[in-house]
């Protein structure tokens, strides 16, 4: 009675990824930090949002530094 012999399986491919991600996962991280990065650099229009004045002093702080 023969052995049977194992086959092996095919290797993987090594060919490119094809990942497809919908619009919105790339649009939406970038929108955020656009608007993040101009709440940063315009702290007047933040003042209205954070009552503490202590972090507009620090974004103030944060655009002239940004400035130099």
């Given amino acids: 009675m023969s ?3 194992h ?3 095919h290797p993987a491919t ?3 990824i094809d ?3 919908p ?3 790339l649009a939406l991280p ?3 930090f656009i608007v993040l990065l101009a ?3 315009n702290p007047s229009n933040a003042q209205a949002a954070t ?3 202590a972090i507009t002093h620090l974004f103030e702080r944060a655009q002239q530094l940004i400035g130099r």
Avoid: F, Y
């Fill in 39 to 41: 709440l940063m650099l």
């Fill in 30 to 32: 970038t929108l955020a």
């Fill in 51 to 53: 009552g503490d004045p």
């Fill in 7 to 9: 086959t092996r399986p």
């Fill in 23 to 25: 619009w919105w996962a």
């Fill in 14 to 16: 090594t060919g490119g």
């Fill in 3 to 5: 052995a049977q012999s």
């Fill in 19 to 21: 990942i497809r991600l």
